[in-house]
Every structure is written in structure tokens, then in C-alpha cells.
């Protein structure tokens, strides 16, 4: 489960003085001083019961024309508001939780808000809960490095009970180590995230699970140099397969020996010869490409 962070401060701040202290130093949640230093600073936002309304309101007022948002980051969906631009290794978000009778959630499911999609995190976040009575969510933990990434890889995923995000409470969600199944808060809640970025962040997967069968049920961290690299192949000539037969070999990072070899695979239009090409994957050296292989004979080929 997420470590709860027992900040006890009144003292509240605004968003330009927390970016402010943030930046620095930064956000290293494996830095005790760093931790600390952050975790006070989002609790004393928190506390600020009036900048994110002034900060919505003041949005809304901006007229097309202006040349800028008046707001710190500019970045809006349907559920994240970013409050600061990246800096350093951090930057601020607020999240907002429709409840299940919400409009958002009746127009366009729950898809959006990560509801009952079991996942784990690629990088380490500070979470408060700033308006309402906050998401619920049943928590696990896994041990990455024991997991090779492949779907349908059996993990051991262990149950550390169930809870929500409450008004004023922060969290530390670990990298790699806490999983959750987010469900609706029982009215519109918002909470507040400070970020943790890492330049190394991409390489590491994120993903999401089946809790019920114990298994990776998919990667949610693909990058854009995995749909480069398809069109690469695509592209005529054979400088593309070249190279994406060589990062299927030697690449550092697995999960780019995986996407080469799906890569190389649509250069054969006959079946039997992608067939051919994913069981040869059954010998690969990385067992996240041995085990991709296994899987897509298994349920996109089917039996001889």
C-alpha cells in the first residue's frame, strides 16, 4: 500500500510559493530530506482552500485571443489540470474523481479516469486530497524485478487492503511497487500530485494486471520510438528492417527488442511466415520476447 505521510502544518501557501520551494531541490522520493521537504509543501498547498477554484475561475475567463493561458501549466483533459510546467524532476498536477453519477462518467464511461483498471506507476508521486471525500482504491504490491513483463505472465500480486484518498492526507505512491484498482469516489473529488520525472522514466514499463487471474494483462508505457520504429520497417527499402533487426538483438531495453521483433513481423503478409518469424521468437534471449511470442502464437495463430 502507498505510504501514508503524517504531515501535521495549518499553514497554507500559494501554488507559485510551493513550485517556488520545490524547485529547489527538487522532487527525489528516495531522499528522506527531499520527501519531507515535498511532502510539507503539497500539505501546505492543500491547506490553500482557495487557489485551485481562482485558478479554474481565471482560466475560464481567458478569452481565445490571449496569447497565453493565465493558468501555470496550460495542460487540461477531461481529468487532469496541470498546475506547473515540468522543471528539474518534478512537476504539479490536480486530478479531478467523478463519481460514478457524474455527467463525465455517464458520457464517456470510465475509461478516462483509470477506474477499475488495475496498474502500477513507472515514477514516484505525492498525492493530497484536496476537495471531497476522495477515490477509493483496493491496493497490492508486486516485485518488479521479478516480473519479465510478457501478457499473461503469472505475478504475485499481494492484497494490502482497501481505502480512499481522504481530504488532507497524503500519500507516496512507490514506483514499481504499488498497484491499485481506482473506483468512483462517492462525489467529485479532487486531488493534488506532485510528480516525479526521470529522464531513464521511459524505459521502465508500467503495467496493468488481471488481479483475478494473477497476471501482466498488458504495458501502458509505450513510447513514441515504438511507433517510429514500426513505420521505420514499413517505410521501402531496407534501412528500416536493418535497423530493427539489429535493436531486436542488441537493443539495451527489452521492451524495444519486443516492439523490433513485432516490427519485423509485418514485413510478411502470408500468415504462415509471421507464424514462422514468432515462433522463431521462442529461442530469443530475452524472456519478455520469448514470452510475447508464446502468447501471440497461442491467441492470435491458435492451433496448427
Known amino acids: 500500500m502507498p505510504c501514508i505521510l503524517d504531515i501535521d502544518t495549518d499553514i497554507s501557501i500559494s501554488l507559485e510559493e510551493c513550485v517556488g520551494r520545490l ?12 520527501l519531507q521537504n515535498a511532502a510539507t509543501a503539497l500539505k501546505q498547498l492543500a491547506n490553500n482552500r482557495d487557489f485551485l ?4 475561475l481565471d482560466e475560464l475567463k481567458t478569452t481565445v485571443s490571449d496569447a497565453e493561458p493565465r ?3 496550460g495542460g487540461y483533459s477531461a481529468q487532469v489540470i496541470m498546475l506547473s510546467r515540468p522543471a528539474r524532476n518534478f512537476y504539479l498536477r490536480a486530478n479531478i474523481w467523478p463519481a460514478q453519477s457524474e455527467y463525465l462518467v455517464r458520457a464517456s464511461g470510465t475509461a478516462p479516469f483509470f477506474y477499475h483498471l ?16 476522495g477515490y477509493w ?8 524485478d521479478d516480473v519479465a513483463g510478457y501478457t499473461g505472465e503469472p505475478v504475485q500480486l499481494r492484497f494490502t487492503g482497501t481505502r480512499r484518498l481522504e481530504q488532507g492526507q497524503i500519500m507516496l505512491y ?6 491499485h484498482v481506482q473506483r468512483p469516489a462517492d462525489s467529485l473529488s479532487v486531488s493534488l500530485n506532485i510528480m516525479q520525472m526521470n529522464y531513464a522514466q521511459g524505459w521502465h514499463d508500467q503495467y496493468r494486471f488481471d488481479v483475478e487471474r494473477g497476471e501482466v494483462a498488458g504495458i501502458l508505457s509505450y513510447s513514441a520510438a515504438d511507433m517510429l520504429l514500426h513505420l521505420a520497417a514499413a517505410a521501402p527499402g531496407d534501412n528500416g528492417l536493418d535497423l530493427a533487426a539489429e535493436f531486436a538483438r542488441h537493443h ?3 521492451r524495444m527488442q519486443l516492439s523490433a521483433w513485432n516490427a519485423l513481423a509485418g514485413q510478411w503478409s502470408d500468415i504462415q ?5 514468432y515462433e522463431a521468437g521462442l529461442s530469443h534471449h530475452s524472456a519478455l520476447v520469448r514470452g510475447e511470442c508464446r502468447h501471440i502464437l497461442a491467441h492470435r495463430f491458435g492451433p496448427d
Open 23 to 34: 524547485g529547489q531541490g527538487g522532487f527525489d522520493a528516495e531522499d528522506e530530506a527531499s
Open 53 to 56: 477554484g481562482d485558478l479554474i
Open 137 to 144: 482504491s483496493d491496493y497490492y504490491e508486486y516485485n518488479y
Open 174 to 179: 512507490r514506483a514499481h511497487r504499488d498497484v
Open 252 to 254: 539495451p531495453s527489452e
Open 273 to 277: 511466415q509471421q507464424r514462422a518469424h
Open 71 to 73: 493558468s501555470s501549466g
Open 118 to 133: 488495475p496498474h502500477d506507476h513507472n515514477f514516484n508521486f505525492l498525492t493530497a486530497g484536496y476537495l471531497g471525500p
